[in-house]
């Protein structure tokens, strides 16, 4: 495994005590980074935190990321314990379940838009001045290929994972002259915990889409993510890298 320069660096990692964001908090720590983990399961975080630690300096923020005083209480708790805030990765994320667009209730696709789109416009809204501030930053948006093509029985996680892309294309011109970085990773499906909540039709739908007949592995999207959360990535932004297993056609 090679490991990038996040020494001294801290990066925030939502979603982060279980699934990719676990992975990407132990890549970024084996890098030289402190992390920050906020995430909607208390007990989780607490087991997430205590394996992590081992690794480096890692501090916990339960956080309901459609709340906009939870995500500022976590800033400030992230501030107080880390001094600054270099790197934000919007990782967390649910599926709603599967269903024909005409026969998902009302509720349950405004809960996916505001966790998958509403979340990261809020952290972002909330993480970027003091990115300004500090004259650097980078932020990687976990969106996902059904946000660029659709899948069927997900019409409401495809349609948040299309804004959340809109959302890294607009941010990342409007930063792009203030060293802040942001971009997009568009994954297939990753064997996660997140799979719990798919049927297994969908599921068997989704690998029967990926050329290499398997799913992602959640350090595999770390490496990316890492990558593009640290100095390398220094002319990306607005852009969207494919982890599609070659799936992704554009």
Request: proline share 4%; net charge negative.
């Amino acid at each position: 495994m090679n490991n990038l320069d996040l020494n001294e660096r801290v990066m925030v990692v939502t979603g982060g005590a279980r699934g990719i964001g676990y992975a990407v908090a132990a890549r970024a720590l084996r890098s030289g980074a402190s992390v920050a983990l906020w995430d909607i399961d208390a007990e989780r975080l607490e087991r997430s935190q205590k394996e992590l630690s081992e690794l480096g300096t890692v501090s916990t923020a339960t956080v309901e990321l459609t709340d906009e005083s939870s995500i500022a209480a976590a800033v400030q708790h992230t501030l107080a314990a880390h001094g600054a805030i270099h790197v934000l990765i919007n990782c967390a994320g649910i599926t709603g379940g599967n269903g024909m667009t005409w026969e998902l209730p009302p509720d349950v696709w405004r809960r996916v838009i505001d966790v998958n789109l509403i979340g990261p416009y809020l952290t972002c809204r909330a993480v970027v001045p003091h990115m300004i501030e500090q004259g650097y930053g980078r932020i990687v948006n976990i969106a996902s290929v059904a946000g660029k093509e659709g899948n069927p029985s997900a019409s409401h996680y495809s349609a948040s994972k299309a804004g959340l892309i809109g959302l890294t294309k607009s941010l990342g011109k409007e930063l792009a002259t203030k060293n802040i970085l942001v971009n997009a990773v568009t994954p297939a499906a990753a064997k996660t915990e997140i799979f719990d909540s798919m049927a297994p039709a969908h599921i068997e739908y989704m690998l029967s889409k990926i050329p290499m007949n398997r799913f992602l592995m959640p350090d595999e999207a770390a490496a990316l993510i890492v990558w593009l959360s640290s100095e390398d990535c220094a002319f990306s932004t607005g852009a969207v890298f494919d982890l599609s297993g070659g799936r992704a056609t554009y």
